[in-house]
T-cell receptor
């Protein structure tokens, strides 16, 4: 079975501070995919990134960066110089190759950026 | 266009009503999904359609009835719902079912009274 753990439930930061969201996953499959989604108050989940298990390169996209480490089964997400518009719930998710079309979501991190 | 459009955005219905939620995408995606999300919880998968055929039903009660009339449209028919069915219902689509990224709509916020 697949499991995703996002331990921090709510994180408050002052604008311009950096914030890192931890994601730890469990799976027995050797081929799997990891995702991050953002859910602003409006409700839709916005796709941020997809990473497959064979690609451990870190990625940077603007103020967002991701650190994938298979050795620790972690796929952490950092927002640099946070802005009020970053206030949202962020979900880490995992899907595996075989048997299903399911995304296993973590419980989410509520990020509150204080102006 | 990476948009998934859901209507209505808000719905209030009585326990004896019949209503439908609609979802549309024009990205050529062949997998479409319904998720249910309660407050402060992650989305829970309800149904998956792959190439217009139902491929996954996560033991959802029969008062929820999905329909995929064509590759761009997905409906969720609601009948005799309970107050505990009140939630945000999210539609999503992906290029194919599995591990391609899914794009989500804004959801329908459903209240059952």
């Amino acid at each position: 079975a697949q499991k995703v753990t996002q331990a921090q439930t709510e994180i408050s930061v002052v604008e311009k501070e950096d914030v890192t969201l931890d994601c730890v996953y469990e799976t027995r499959d050797t081929t799997y995919y990891l995702f991050w989604y953002k859910q602003p108050p409006s409700g839709e989940l916005v796709f941020l990134i997809r990473r497959n298990s064979f690609d451990e390169q870190n990625e940077i996209s603007g103020r967002y960066s991701w650190n994938f480490q298979k050795s620790t089964s972690s796929f952490n997400f950092t927002i640099t110089a946070s802005q009020v518009v970053d206030s949202a719930v962020y979900f880490c998710a995992l899907s595996v190759t075989y048997g299903n079309n399911r995304l296993a979501f973590g419980k989410g991190n509520q990020v509150v950026v204080i102006p | 266009d990476t948009e998934v459009t859901q209507t209505p955005k808000h719905l209030v219905m009585g326990m004896t009503n019949k209503k439908s939620l609609k979802c549309e995408q024009h990205m050529g995606h062949r997998a479409m999904y319904w998720y249910k999300q309660k407050a402060k919880k992650p989305p829970e998968l309800m149904f998956v359609y792959s190439y217009e055929k139902l491929s996954i039903n996560e033991s959802v009660p029969s008062r929820f009835s999905p329909e995929c009339p064509n590759s761009s449209l997905l409906n969720l028919h609601l009948h005799a719902l309970q107050p505990e069915d009140s939630a945000l219902y999210l539609c999503a689509s992906s290029l194919r079912a599995g591990h391609t990224e899914a794009f989500f709509g804004q959801g329908t916020r459903l209240t059952v009274v």
